[in-house]
C-alpha cells in the first residue's frame, strides 16, 4: 500500500539553514509554543528529520519526501482561533523579537496585506 503525509514541520536543518543543532532544536521549541499559545489543543510539531526517521522505524519505506513552503496571513490565521487581542499582541512579539532561527523559519514580513509569515509542512510519500 501507499501512504501520504502532510503536516507542518518544527525548524531543522531541513527548514531552516545556517544554524546549529541547538538553535534550532531551541526555535522548535519556541515554534511549539507560538502554535500553543494561538491553539490551546497543539501538542507538538515534529521536526522533518523527526517525521523522517519515525516513518522508517515504523517499517514505511519514504519513496519521497520534500518541504513545502505555506505562506499564511497573519490576522488570517490567527482568527480562525478566535485569538484574544493580548494573545495576538504577543504572538506578533515571538514572530518579530523572536531568535534569529526561528524569525529565519518563519520568514515575517509586512506588506500592503498586514503581516505574512511562512510555516514549513512536509510532505512524505510512503510504502508499505
Aim: glycine residues 8%; charged residues 25%.
Amino acid at each position: 500500500g501507499k501512504f501520504g503525509l502532510v503536516d507542518n514541520v518544527a525548524p531543522d536543518t531541513r527548514t531552516t539553514a545556517g544554524f546549529t543543532s541547538s538553535d534550532l532544536d531551541a526555535a522548535a521549541e519556541d515554534y511549539n509554543l507560538f502554535e500553543k499559545l494561538r491553539d490551546p489543543s497543539h501538542f507538538r510539531a515534529l521536526q522533518f528529520t523527526e517525521w523522517l526517521a519515525s516513518l522508517e522505524a515504523a517499517g514505511f519505506c519514504v519513496t519521497h519526501h520534500e518541504v513545502l513552503a505555506k505562506p499564511m496571513g497573519f490576522l488570517a490565521w490567527a482568527e480562525r482561533m478566535q485569538v484574544h487581542d493580548q494573545t495576538l499582541d504577543e504572538l506578533v512579539r515571538m514572530i518579530e523579537e523572536g531568535s534569529s532561527a526561528i524569525r529565519a523559519y518563519l520568514r515575517p514580513e509586512h506588506g500592503e496585506n498586514g503581516l505574512t509569515f511562512t510555516l514549513s509542512e512536509g510532505l512524505f510519500v510512503c510504502a508499505a
